[in-house]
C-alpha cells in the first residue's frame, strides 16, 4: 500500500515551453501532497504544499506563477511549469500525506530537461 | 541557510561492520525526525523515525539516535549490506508547530557498502 506515482517519469522540452507533471496517490487519499525540487548533489527543495481543493503555499523565491499547481481531487495533483527554462532543468518529486498519519510517500520523481 | 545538516557527502563501509550517517540540525522548533534512502533517479523511500520525546528507536538493522541537546542525530545501519548502499537523507519538521508535516532536508550522506 501507501503507492504514489508520477508522470511522466522523465521529460525533455523547448525552452519557453510548459511542462505538467502529474503526482498520483494510488491507495489512498493524499490530504496533503508536497512539490520537491532536487538539483545534483544537493537536498530536495521544498516548493509547495498542497491541500485538496485549496490554493497551495509556496515557499519563499518559489514563482507561484511559474510553478502552477492543482490538486483537485485527493488521489491527484499536478505542477505545470510555465515557460520553461533551462536553469528549471532538475529532478522534480512528490510527495502524499493521507489523513491520520506522520508520513509522506514519495513518487519515483520526474527528470525535466529543458533545452 | 542549511538547517538540516549532513556533513559528509560520502561514507565507505565493509559488508559486516556497522555504518553510521551523522545529522545536525539547527533549528529547535524541530520535534520530528526522519530518515530516508534514495536510489539514483527515483524517490526516497522511508527507513525510521523519531519523535523529540524519544532518544532512540530500532528498527531490525536500522536505529536512529537522537541528542536534543546537541540538535544532532544519527543513524546506525548493523550488520552493513551491499544493497544498503545508496543515498541517505535527513529531514526533520516541526509537527507540533503547526508546519503542516513540512519536511525540511539535508543534502544527503552517499554510503558505499563493500562486498
Known amino acids: 500500500g501507501a503507492v504514489v506515482s508520477q508522470h511522466p517519469s522523465w521529460v525533455i522540452c523547448k525552452s519557453g515551453t510548459s511542462v505538467k507533471i502529474e503526482c498520483r496517490s494510488l491507495?489512498?487519499?493524499?490530504?496533503?501532497m508536497f512539490w520537491y525540487r532536487q538539483f545534483p548533489k544537493q537536498s530536495l527543495m521544498l516548493m509547495a504544499t498542497?491541500?485538496?481543493?485549496?490554493?497551495?503555499?509556496?515557499e519563499q523565491g518559489v514563482e507561484k506563477d511559474k510553478f502552477l499547481i492543482n490538486h483537485a481531487s485527493l488521489t491527484l495533483s499536478t505542477l505545470t511549469v510555465t515557460s520553461a527554462h533551462p536553469e528549471d532543468s532538475s529532478f522534480y518529486i512528490c510527495?502524499?500525506?493521507?489523513?491520520?498519519?506522520?508520513?509522506?510517500?514519495f513518487g519515483p520523481g520526474t527528470r525535466l530537461t529543458v533545452l | 541557510d542549511q538547517q538540516v545538516k549532513q556533513n559528509s557527502p560520502s561514507l565507505s563501509v565493509q559488508e559486516g561492520r556497522i555504518s553510521i550517517l551523522n545529522c545536525d540540525y539547527t533549528?529547535?522548533?524541530?520535534?520530528?525526525f526522519l530518515w530516508y534512502k534514495k536510489y539514483p533517479a527515483e524517490g526516497p523511500t522511508f527507513l525510521i523515525s523519531?519523535?523529540?520525546?524519544?532518544d532512540k528507536n530500532e528498527d531490525g538493522r536500522f536505529t536512529v539516535f537522537l541528542n536534543k541537546s546537541a540538535k544532532h542525530l544519527s543513524l546506525h545501519i548493523v550488520p552493513s549490506q551491499p544493497g544498503d548502499s545508496a543515498v541517505y537523507f535527513c529531514?526533520?519538521?516541526?509537527?507540533?508547530?503547526?508546519?503542516?508535516?513540512?519536511?525540511?532536508f539535508g543534502k544527503g550522506t552517499l554510503l558505499t557498502v563493500n562486498p
Open positions: 491507495d489512498f487519499q493524499a490530504t496533503t
Open positions: 533549528n529547535s522548533m524541530f520535534d520530528y
Open positions: 498542497s491541500n485538496e481543493g485549496s490554493k497551495a503555499t509556496y
Open positions: 510527495s502524499a500525506r493521507g489523513p491520520g498519519t506522520d508520513e509522506q510517500f
Open positions: 523519531i519523535s523529540s520525546i524519544k
Open positions: 529531514a526533520a519538521s516541526a509537527i507540533s508547530g503547526g508546519s503542516n508535516y513540512k519536511l525540511t
